[in-house]
């Protein structure tokens, strides 16, 4: 049996390892930055390298006893760089936020001038926004999104030249088109900036040969290790051979960063995980998974806009798909989350461009194929899903906020109990669950009663 360590040594835990299971297991998961990891990932991340301290790099450790750690280290490294081509790769933040951090410090100082999409366009919080230290620490100027939803080029040129940033962020979290690196790539030379691809969401599309790859255009690239990629939580920082150019200590600079800068021990079970992942970003497999994520995002936006739906920018070239509900009312995120939630299809509200509301109740729902791609759904299943959001998002198209923000919480807890005794939304989730049961997930794993 699974985990039966956990449950006689720890029987309060391992039920709620238990419910997260069949939560995992029962519903369709729609957050585009999360996907499920293969069990070779799992045994890894899992595995007895979570004892070992090796602060440093490979052949150069603070510790003693880190021979194989060394190995596991520049299996990892070596496979990151001939997956992406790159000529450098540090495999060791913890996180992408970390792996960031790392990336500014690396190449600025504190108050320089740094440039990132504005966090309510699609951009992430460690591109400069006001409540993250990246937006503290540095001077931000944010660029946007035009009214139809695309990057506004012009506007981040302009910017650019006029204010002159040290680092130029392209890489989105809430972007449904291809991300222009190119583009960026001409505004970064002009203006002497260093451009930094943040591929986080997208990185498993550019492995799989469904995005183009930033790497012949920008200097670095960050990325997350466990959104489209697949695999475990974690972070790698690269730099292309166009950033060596501009900075041969380039990579030096950065390792200095993550340790002794920011960090201290790398997780090691973790960098081992990260090297399955890798490995299996580069078999054929992975290529038809990627190929098949984005030809289901396209047949659920086509499904959702047949629907009576509408997404920003009438559809997606990658993974991602956003919701625009302003037809139906403005900050109607929170209504549609809870409603797809109770129908057991789990999403996040989102603000969208020219968000009429605020970012805390903004008026779109983001949502994306990763996951319940892995699971084996084709186009058949992302067909009949459109329709199953459009019963739930249905149920609240009356809904609004109340003007007094007082009223708020007493009006959502009827909401929710509301959502609780709605009949629709009980048959959806029973189609929900209907159709997981043909789509298994973690067969192998079995729990006790
Ligand atoms: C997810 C994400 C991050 C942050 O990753 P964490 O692991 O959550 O810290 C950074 N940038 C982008 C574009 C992301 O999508």
């Known amino acids: 049996m699974w985990y039966d360590k956990v449950r006689d040594a720890d029987p309060e835990l391992y039920e709620y390892i238990k419910s997260e299971l069949s939560r995992q297991q029962d519903g369709l998961e729609m957050i585009p930055s999360e996907n499920f990891t293969s069990i070779a990932v799992m045994q890894a991340s899992g595995s007895i390298l979570t004892n070992k301290y090796s602060e440093g790099y490979p052949g150069r450790r603070y510790y003693g006893g880190n021979e194989f750690i060394d190995k596991i280290e520049t299996l990892a490294s070596e496979r990151a ?21 790392a990336v500014y410090f690396a190449i600025c100082k504190p108050g320089d001038t740094i440039m990132g999409l504005d966090l309510t366009h699609g951009g992430h919080l460690t591109h400069g ?7 503290q620490a540095f001077r931000s100027i944010p660029y946007h999104v035009k009214k139809d939803g695309s990057i506004d080029l012009e506007e981040a040129g302009k910017l650019a030249r006029e204010h002159k940033p040290k680092i130029i962020w392209v890489g989105y979290t809430a972007y449904p088109r291809e991300f222009p690196f190119e583009e960026f790539s001409k505004i970064a030379d002009e203006s002497g900036a260093y451009l930094v691809a943040d591929i986080s969401h997208i990185a498993g599309l550019v492995a799989g040969g469904m995005h183009k790859s930033p790497v012949d255009y920008v200097h670095v690239v960050t990325t997350t290790t466990h959104k489209t990629l697949r ?26 960063t993550i340790i ?30 990627a190929g098949q994520v984005v030809r289901n995002a396209k047949a659920l936006a086509d499904s959702l806009m047949k629907n009576g ?11 991602l ?10 900050g109607l995120g929170i209504f549609a989350e809870e409603a797809l939630g109770a129908a057991g299809i789990t999403v996040n509200k989102n603000t969208i461009p020219n968000e009429q509301s605020s970012a805390f109740y903004p008026s779109g729902i983001r949502l994306g194929t ?35 923000k007082e009223e708020l919480p007493a009006y959502l807890e009827k909401f929710r109990r509301g959502l ?24 192998e794993i079995e729990l006790s009663r």
């Open 420 to 443: 609780k005794e709605n009949q629709k939304l009980k048959e959806v989730r029973a189609r929900v669950v209907e159709m997981t049961r043909r789509f298994p997930l973690y067969r």
């Open 370 to 404: 990763p996951a319940i791609t892995t699971r084996g759904m084709k186009e058949p299943e992302m067909e009949i899903i459109g329709g199953l959001f459009a019963e739930a998002i249905n149920q609240v198209r009356e809904e609004h906020l109340p003007e007094n």
């Open 129 to 135: 926004w006001k409540t993250s230290v990246t937006g």
């Open 231 to 256: 695999g475990p939580r974690g972070a790698m920082i690269m730099v292309t051979d166009k950033g060596m150019e501009k900075d041969p200590d380039l990579g030096k600079k950065i390792d200095k």
């Open 321 to 330: 798909i956003l919701i625009d509900l302003t037809p139906f009312g403005k």
């Open 260 to 289: 002794p800068g920011m960090q201290g021990g790398p997780h090691n079970h973790q960098t081992a995980a990260v090297a399955v992942a890798l490995l299996e970003a580069s078999k054929p497999e992975f290529r038809e998974y």
């Open 309 to 319: 739906l509408t997404t920003v920018t009438n559809g997606t070239d990658t993974h």
């Open 81 to 101: 760089k001939k997956l992406f081509k790159v000529p450098y790769a540090n495999v060791q933040p913890y996180s992408g936020s970390p792996a960031n951090l």
